[in-house]
């Protein structure tokens, strides 16, 4: 059974340290006009998105793969 990451604050961290930026992204999520202008293309049938970040004083544009490594013996995600 999934868990709900529905509340910020309630994403596990995984093994790269990364708690300050899921905890952005589960902040946004809550908010999805927010989340909608990151969105620069829906590219998600073809599995990919490109979302644009403010880094460094300047918009930088992203492209992330769908696509989600996780442990194939617990069938849960191996980050985040």
Do not use: C
């Amino acid at each position: 059974m999934m868990k709900d990451y529905s509340v910020p604050g309630e994403a596990k961290q995984g093994i790269l340290n990364d708690q300050w930026l899921l905890g952005s992204f589960s902040t946004l999520a809550m908010n999805t006009e927010l989340l909608k202008n990151l969105i620069v293309h829906d590219g998600i049938k073809f599995g990919f998105a490109v979302f644009q970040f403010f880094k460094n004083g300047r918009w930088t544009f992203v492209k992330v793969d769908t696509r989600i490594p996780y442990n194939s013996n617990t069938k849960s995600p191996l980050y985040g």
